[in-house]
């Protein structure tokens, strides 16, 4: 059993930075792909980032070269820069971690991007 616990969301003006952290209690931290989603209200849920047990990330192309994702394995820690926030990037965010069929989700955390 996984748990994840995010915070650092907040309001921030568009073309402003937050960094999000996700940290995670439980099981074998390392051996997860970790990832951070985000919810829009009416929207789907959306993969932005995954980084997995290398090191590997992947991004959405809606924040390429804005958002990078990292882990801290000796902290337990997965964290996501985002960097150059559009009103868009308005959501819920959630921390993701997989291992196999075993798939956790945090309670998430609200980022607003609002002049």
């Known amino acids: 059993q996984v748990q994840l616990v995010e915070s650092g969301g907040d309001l921030v003006q568009p073309g402003g930075s937050l960094r999000l952290s996700c940290a995670a209690s439980?099981?074998?931290?390392?051996?997860?792909?970790l990832g951070w989603a985000r919810q829009a209200p009416g929207k789907q849920r959306e993969l932005v980032a995954t980084?997995?047990?290398?090191?590997?990330?992947n991004y959405a192309d809606s924040v390429k070269g804005r958002f990078t994702i990292s882990r801290d394995n000796a902290k337990n820690t997965v964290y996501l820069q985002m960097n150059s926030l559009r009103p868009e990037d308005t959501a819920v965010y959630y921390c993701?971690?997989?291992?196999?069929?075993?798939?956790?989700w945090g309670q998430g955390t609200q980022v607003t991007v609002s002049s």
């Open positions: 980084i997995n047990s290398s090191g590997r990330t």
């Open positions: 439980g099981s074998i931290f390392s051996m997860y792909v």
């Open positions: 993701n971690a997989i291992n196999g069929p075993r798939n956790y």
